[in-house]
């Protein structure tokens, strides 16, 4: 039963070693994939600025605040 098990292995072994068209489907997905990614992130990089710049355009200033001795009308030190 070994023998046959290393016999099977190794005939799976040479119809892989000798499959062409499988070498071929899986360097067009690797490329694919390749593509896609570098699409991803070029489209990701040149978003996000404006994205960024977008969020900081929209957000709300503050009022100035008023200094702290104008708060309180009877500051010791605001009559001197």
């Known amino acids: ?10 005939y799976l ?7 062409r068209d499988g070498v071929k ?10 593509v ?3 699409l991803i992130f070029g489209v990701a990089g040149l ?6 710049e977008l969020v900081r355009s ?4 503050k009022p100035a605040g008023t200094p702290a001795n ?3 009308p009877k500051h010791p030190f605001k009559n001197k």
């Open 58 to 61: 929209r957000e709300k200033k």
């Open 36 to 38: 896609l990614l570098t």
């Open 70 to 72: 104008e708060l309180n």
């Open 13 to 19: 072994f040479e119809v892989e070693r000798s499959d």
């Open 1 to 10: 039963m070994l023998e046959q098990i290393k016999l099977d292995a190794c």
């Open 47 to 52: 978003v996000t600025p404006l994205v960024i």
């Open 25 to 34: 489907y899986a360097l067009t997905m690797y490329l694919l994939m390749i």
